[in-house]
């Protein structure tokens, strides 16, 4: 991978400051967010998507939003 000039750097942290402002969270969270959404949009791409697959492991943030100790089981 090539090394980032100084430019590139600094506009990578501020496209990730701007992004962390707008979703009110930190930068270091928003850059897990930038780099999530490159590797979905690769993963469309090429056609193999994760959510496709009948046994692909449940994930907590796609569980309801409610208290787990209320759930039934």
């Known amino acids: 991978m090539p ?3 100084i430019a590139e750097k600094y506009r990578q942290h501020r496209r990730e ?3 962390a402002q707008e ?8 850059r897990a967010k930038i780099r999530w959404d490159k590797a979905r949009e690769r993963i469309e791409r ?3 998507g994760i959510a496709k697959r009948a046994d692909a ?3 907590l943030r ?8 209320m ?3």
């Open 46 to 48: 090429s056609g193999a």
């Open 3 to 5: 090394r980032q000039t």
């Open 71 to 73: 759930r039934d089981r």
């Open 17 to 19: 400051f701007v992004l």
């Open 57 to 59: 492991p449940i994930r």
């Open 23 to 30: 979703l009110g969270c930190t930068p270091i969270e928003a």
């Open 62 to 69: 796609d569980l309801p939003d409610e208290a787990w100790m």
